[in-house]
């Protein structure tokens, strides 16, 4: 047995071919029948002649083989949908686990076999989390001196997976000072001012505001809340008024030019700045 495909995509189709043999010099094997067993949660989508799916399991069948010859079934799924686990911080770092299935076929002939033992075969595969994020944020066109003024920023997963780890900056408008606790969120109690630590001392994004998510589920919209107040010289200027969608075929980092480190953000500090690993 062999896939097309060593690492799969949530919901990516994935071909297996399974090749069944008959290692006897001089008999002929009848009544050849292979079971597949599908992965849990992957979704059947084809199989060559003479193979037939119920309840999750494809049985192929071969009315005879000759001894030497060979016969091969091709059967193609779509892989499950799955989400990867939230990023630990540890020391030294823990590489990350990502999630498998794994698909066994079994062979059997109406004949008996010398050898049973090399009647089954079976195949691992990773399957890689996919997030797809928009972000959006609407706010007042004009605004007076000393006014204070909202931003309301929407971050939506159009999945298919959960979305790990997001985190969300949004600068300070220039001319304006933050009003109240600044950036809040219903969906998230991390949020805040992002600072640099002795560890990243040269964090970009320190000073600007922002909101952690442990988790965003697929097809679910958090929203934020950015409050500040004009003062002498404010301009203000609403920046992504309309969805900006990007693809993660891991977790989602965060929504920003620089996503390659973990960073700390107002009332809380994450303990490590070891670089974020990612399939790209």
């Known amino acids: 047995m062999f896939a097309d495909l060593g690492v799969v995509q949530s919901g990516q189709p994935l071909k297996y071919t399974l090749l069944v043999s008959n290692l006897s ?29 119920s309840a999750g399991v494809v049985t192929c069948n071969a009315p005879t083989l000759a001894a030497g010859a060979f016969v091969g079934f091709e ?3 779509a892989a499950p949908i799955v989400s990867g686990p939230i990023p630990q911080i540890t020391n030294p770092p823990t590489p990350l686990q990502l999630p498998q ?23 691992t595969t990773l399957v890689l989390p996919v997030t797809d994020l928009s972000i959006t944020k609407t706010g007042p066109a004009t605004a ?34 933050v009003f ?29 505001y922002g909101c952690r998510f442990e988790s965003i589920a697929a097809g679910t919209t958090v929203t934020m809340t950015f409050s500040v107040q004009v003062g002498p010289g404010g301009a203000i200027r609403i920046s992504r008024t309309t969805p900006r969608r990007r693809r993660s ?11 390659s480190r973990r960073r700390s953000i107002g009332p809380f500090t994450r303990t490590s700045s070891t670089p974020i690993h990612r399939s790209s």
């Open 25 to 53: 010099a001089t008999d002929s094997a009848t009544n050849v029948k292979v079971i597949d067993t599908l992965p849990a949660g992957a979704t059947f989508s084809s199989a060559t002649a003479g193979c037939t799916l």
């Open 75 to 77: 059967i193609t799924i």
């Open 180 to 208: 109240g606790p600044g950036i809040t969120s219903p969906d998230s109690q991390i949020c805040g001012q992002e600072i640099s630590t002795p560890s990243f001392p040269n964090n970009p994004h320190a000073g600007e």
């Open 101 to 123: 299935i794994t698909n066994t076929a079994t062979v059997s002939a109406l004949e008996a076999d010398p050898n049973s033992a090399n009647n089954t075969a079976s195949l």
């Open 144 to 177: 007076t001196l000393g006014s204070t003024i909202a931003f309301a920023i929407g971050v939506t997963n159009h999945g298919p997976s959960d979305a790990r780890s997001v985190i969300v900056y949004d600068p300070l408008p220039v001319g304006t000072t």
């Open 249 to 259: 075929r891991l977790r989602r980092t965060p929504i920003s030019p620089s996503r």
